[in-house]
């Protein structure tokens, strides 16, 4: 393993960035450590990182605003650290262009499934091959992107015209958590009212089609106040 | 920073309390008009004036609005009711007297108005301070515990490097299974602080609840992976208004505490149900059921004379209460005719119009 991925560690808390780092070092990552802003801003332009870990309270700055500052010239990865309660943050987070979020406190099996999206599908726009993909599987779920079709089972599933299309767009980001507000302006453009009721009535119908237990869904999660997530095949 | 909030109200004048005023006062003016037309003396003019004042101070803040009625008053009566009509004439003998009067009575009940709330105010303060008080108790008492076998768990560690395999891994489980549980001990004092620092933090939205439901459920299997929980939702879809994240709390509360204190339980379900206008959420196990002892202090969060061992008995189940009363909902508790426990709570339904 040469070329292992490289994670930055964003985070002032020392106990918090050795149980992150070492982790991560144990499952075949190289880890870098930063523990405020400027340290790590001058630590993203010179090492380049595959993926940055950030904790939002940071001593020196708002972790918001570097997430800013990285957007203005780099697409990598960005995964916020953040506590519980804090979803409007998680969200605003997401809007400013990171790309998925764990709450503290997390598990390193939750942790390393969110690197390894994010590094997938980071490296599917680097290929840029996301538009060639044709088929999604996760459990019994498939969708055959060509034939815009969905099947559980081998059983066909029908769908409407905006169901399939929250389903394609979900797994097209499978294991990415995918905000209302984002998946509404794909799906209903960008006038439509703020309001996430409609979305929410169409997933119920959707969780009712595909799911066996619409209150214990396997393959789309509910983000409570953030939005939905797909479930991988490795999850 | 109290004396000069309770000086600002003083000096600002409250819409409410200018009506009150000015109602009295026309309601007195007008009175003694009627009286007027058919006693021709004026003896109970200063009475009813006095009468007035008095009202005036009992119901209004502050001494502003009694002070002023009372000046007033004094001023009307001398002009309208007595001798020569329509005209001031301070020469009158024991016309001091009745100022004096009226504003002796003014200050008077005034003072005792704003003293007996003040005394309302101080007995409910310390009716909070005194359950802050308990709650920190108990709370303190019950992180004491695990907090201490983390420590000496993970001092062992430290200190014999050369513990046998599986005894590490006891102790590592140990700690483990104590920060967990001190992590839950500190989201429920979350959302109670949060609860606590006034109802508008409550962020109700129409959320459909099996969407709550499945998050809970998806947590839960995190943390207890061979639970026997089984999930029934509504066929209907059943929509509330909620605050998603605290309701949820509830829901992991309830989970958690079957899968903790039912000895014995095979069989934990969570059910959705729709009751009229209210769905009902149920967890209902197998197990032991809840003790007889426990039964009266079950949503106190404290239980006299508990063991240590016990401790999880815990607060859990004090914020459920808490956060489903704010939302205007109920909670039960009970055991099964067949055996085990159930904890239920209601939420009124939301009828939402969607095409």
Sequence with gaps: MSNKNCILIIEDEATIRNFMSNSLTANGYKTITAKDGQQALVMISSYRPDVILLDLGLPDMDGMNIIKSVREWSLVPIIVVSARGMETDKVKALDLGADDYVTKPFGTSELLARIRSALRHWQMRKDSNIAEMGSFKSGDLEIDFDKRRVTVRGEVVHLTQNEYKIVAILSKYAGKVMTYDYIIKEIWGPYTKGDNQILRVNMANIRRKIEDNPSEPRYIITEVGVGYRMTEEDE | ?355
């Design chain 2, 1 to 355: 920073m109290k004396n000069s909030s309770t000086a600002k109200k003083q000096l600002t004048l409250s819409p409410k309390d200018i009506f009150i005023t000015g109602y009295i006062f026309f309601a007195a003016f007008y009175l003694c008009v009627v009286l007027s037309l058919v006693d021709e003396g004026s003896s109970y003019v200063s009475m009813v004036f006095l009468l007035a004042v008095f009202l005036i101070s009992r119901l209004t803040e502050g001494y502003f609005y009694g002070i002023a009625a009372s000046v007033a008053g004094v001023f009307g009566v001398n002009y309208f009711f007595t001798f020569p009509y329509m005209q001031f004439n301070f020469s009158m003998p024991g016309y001091p007297l009745t100022f004096v009067t009226m504003l002796i009575v003014s200050v008077a009940t005034s003072t005792i108005t704003s003293q007996l709330k003040k005394s309302e105010q101080v007995k409910a303060e310390a009716e909070k301070e005194k359950m802050r008080g308990n709650l920190l108790r108990s709370v303190s008492h019950d992180i004491r515990t695990p907090l201490t076998a983390i420590i000496g768990s993970s001092e062992t560690l430290l200190d014999n490097p050369d513990t046998e395999e599986s005894k590490k891994r006891e102790l590592i489980a140990g700690i483990n299974s104590d920060a967990s549980w001190l992590l839950r001990m500190v989201e429920n004092l979350l959302s109670i602080t949060r609860l606590e620092s006034g109802g508008a933090s409550l962020e109700l939205r129409t959320e459909i609840i099996e969407e709550v439901v499945g998050a809970a459920v998806v947590k839960f299997r995190k943390w207890h992976q061979n639970s026997p929980l089984r999930v029934e939702g509504s066929n209907e879809l059943l929509m509330a208004d909620m605050d998603a994240v605290l309701i949820e709390q509830v829901l992991l509360n309830f989970l958690d505490n079957a899968a903790r204190h039912s000895k014995g339980a095979t069989d934990i379900e969570l059910k959705v149900e729709k009751k009229g206008d209210m769905a009902v959420f149920s967890v209902c196990d197998n197990g032991c059921g809840i003790s007889k002892q426990d039964m009266p202090y079950l949503f106190s969060g404290t239980r006299p004379g508990k063991a240590d061992s016990d401790r999880s008995l815990g607060i859990g189940l004090s914020v459920c209460r808490t956060i489903i009363k704010a939302h205007g909902g109920r909670v039960f508790a009970g055991n099964r005719p067949e055996g085990g426990a159930c904890f239920m709570f209601m939420l009124p339904l939301t009828e939402v119009e969607y095409e």
